[in-house]
């Protein structure tokens, strides 16, 4: 599997961005991550083969993952930016032999 993430880019605090992450093949599940320079990546939101989600606390309430099957493809909204949301955001996946597939990560800035 392929993943292709895009849609950061530079956004003031309170503002929104889209992410994609593009899948080559059909996938059930999937997650979103980000790494800020210095930190560990950190798991931020899941969605399962059965359509539940779940946030890390520090986004929830303000960032919402979804998926368009035919397109093969992976959302994650983010509302009401804040400075500490910049960060380099990747998604994830993994198959049916616990094999684990990284999108090549997009970066997220966002100005105070």
């Known amino acids: 599997v392929q993943l292709q993430a895009s849609g950061g880019g530079l956004v003031q605090a309170g503002g929104s961005l889209r992410l994609s992450c593009a899948a080559s093949?059909?996938?059930?599940?999937a997650s979103w991550y980000r790494q800020a320079p210095g930190e560990q990546r950190l798991l931020i939101a899941g969605?399962?083969?059965?359509?539940?989600?779940n946030y890390n606390a520090s986004v929830k309430g303000r960032f919402t993952v979804s998926r368009d099957n035919a397109k093969n493809t992976v959302y994650l909204q983010m509302n009401s930016l804040k400075p500490e949301d910049t960060s380099v955001y990747y998604c994830?996946?993994?198959?049916?032999?616990?094999?684990?597939?990284w999108g090549q990560g997009t970066l997220v800035t966002v100005s105070s």
């Open positions: 969605l399962y083969n059965s359509g539940a989600t």
């Open positions: 093949s059909p996938i059930e599940a």
């Open positions: 994830s996946t993994i198959d049916h032999s616990l094999q684990i597939y």
